[in-house]
């Protein structure tokens, strides 16, 4: 293979140089020859070559156009856009890419360009700059607040140290602005989702709180991060199960498609909530991880989320649009999914606040008045002998001692905890009540204690009571009868109180159920998940029977005006 020719490029100008030189080059070299400086720029433009010869009175000239063709090139290839503004701040010149560029923007920055000569103008006058050439000045520039610029000017000094022009650099910096702000934006949202501490939300029950952090969570999504189609799951570190809490715009179908914390097998989710890396699906029809979720769902997004660097759910976003998702829209997701991580987290925590706190009263209660009982006591018994005869007094004294023994077994009740429910001594037997008579209840607890205190002050007031003693039975009962009520425990050994609750569900939409919790344990969130669908209520072990009462009957027999604490589930 030959090697390709030298090529010579030969400027003859206006002297015209001798065709024996012309000659002598082409024995052994391809040579070009033209007759102008713009010709040889324009050859030398398009092709590479080897050598120029040209008259020494031509030398000079094309050195200097070939260097401002150069400058040219460099100015307008640069992604900034250059300018040179006068002292009256008129644009003398500017590179392609400031031309393109809009004319408001042209006249922000000549506004600005005659500010900064002034400045520049001003300091050499004062002496206080004596390298002006050395100083800059640094704008940010901003249209309508929908695109924003950034600008650095310098001036030029001429050699008597006059400020004759200044030269700005230009660059968009509208992506990196509304990046910051969405940064911003989601920081106040995550703010906003754990602050609970307010005396308004002190206020509110504990079911109350994960609804009001279910619509926070909601709104937060759509309006911040435009999502409409989104799913949040929670990881059941007992069984490895990703429970849904909160959904918006997914199919109900697709939300009980059982999913597992596994990279293989449990589709995007699985993989994420057991690796902890977050998965951006481009197109769903080409990825064998994705379990069909959104109808005509195209590309979907997925990050951790992350509590104290132990992965405790997933945030999953679908589109019906193919690659949707950026690499900023993960960045975003993974800092909204740790505040709504940290959220979820501080409800958990207020919960075992409020209910361990009770009961630490009741024990310090016991301790405290167990001594000024027993000596109300003693000292009643030992006026009571004094006054035989006197039967009001002695009635009166009796009375005291009676009221010792009652306090003394209610507090020994609430030291208990969560195996017992209060007050059970204030019923009486066959009281009649026509909301619980002939009532059909389901009564699901693995505690025995609260499952047969529980039934047994039912059936005094003639309701028809089943119980359950795991959740297993108590789906089962549901599955074969119809009942007015449904009572269970949150923490079941085989199924969770939400597993109660679904099924309760499935054969009727309307049957109330009320979960029950003691020291606020809530492993799957079933609260959250079953308030999105209509719970009725959640009772906090140890209640008292007044309290159970009173929520049966009021479920029992609903207000159609009264919005229950559920509420109904974001679709």
Partial sequence: MRAAPTKILVLRGHSRMHGAVVQALQQSAEVV??????????????????????????????????????ANLILNTIGEGVCIVDGEGHMTWMNKRLENWPEQLHAEICKNCREAHQFFKAAISSGANSQPSSRSKRYQLNLDHQMYWEMIVSPVVSPTGKVTQVVAVVWDNTAQRRLQQKLDAIDRAGS??????????????VTERLKLLEEKIVRNVKELMRYDHFGIRILDRRTNKLEVVISSGIPQEALSVELFASPEGNGISGYVAATGRSYICPDVQRDPRYIPGLDHARSSLTVPLFL???????????????????????????????????????????????????????????????????????????????????????????????NVSTIRRSLNQAAQGAKTVLGTDEIEAAEDDPALRDAHILVADDEPNIRVTISDVLRKYRAKVDVASNGSEAIALIERNEYDLILSDIRMPDKSGYDVFTAARRRSETVPVILMTGFGYDPNHSIVRASQEGLQAVLFKPFKVKQLLTEIRKALQPDPARDVSGGTPAR
Wanted: hydrophobic share 45%; net charge negative.
């Fill in 33 to 70: 020859e033209v007759t102008t400086i713009e010709e040889a720029i324009d050859q030398l433009r398009t092709d590479q070559y080897a050598a120029i010869f040209s008259d020494a009175g031509d030398f000079l000239p094309l050195e200097r156009a070939l260097l401002s063709q150069q």
């Fill in 192 to 205: 906003e989702l754990v602050r609970l501490e307010s005396e308004a939300i002190e206020k509110l029950s």
């Fill in 308 to 402: 104290h660097d132990k992965v405790i759910g997933v945030f999953n976003v679908e589109s019906d649009k193919p690659g949707a998702f950026t690499e900023d829209d993960r960045q975003f997701a993974e800092i909204f999914g740790r505040n709504v991580a940290v959220a979820l987290n501080i409800l958990d925590l207020l919960v075992v606040e409020r209910v361990s706190t009770r009961h630490r009263v009741a024990d310090d209660v016991c301790s405290d008045v167990a001594g000024p009982l027993n000596d109300i006591a003693s000292d009643a018994a030992s006026i009571l002998d004094d006054y035989i005869g006197h039967d009001d007094l002695r009635a009166r004294l009796q009375q005291i001692i009676d």
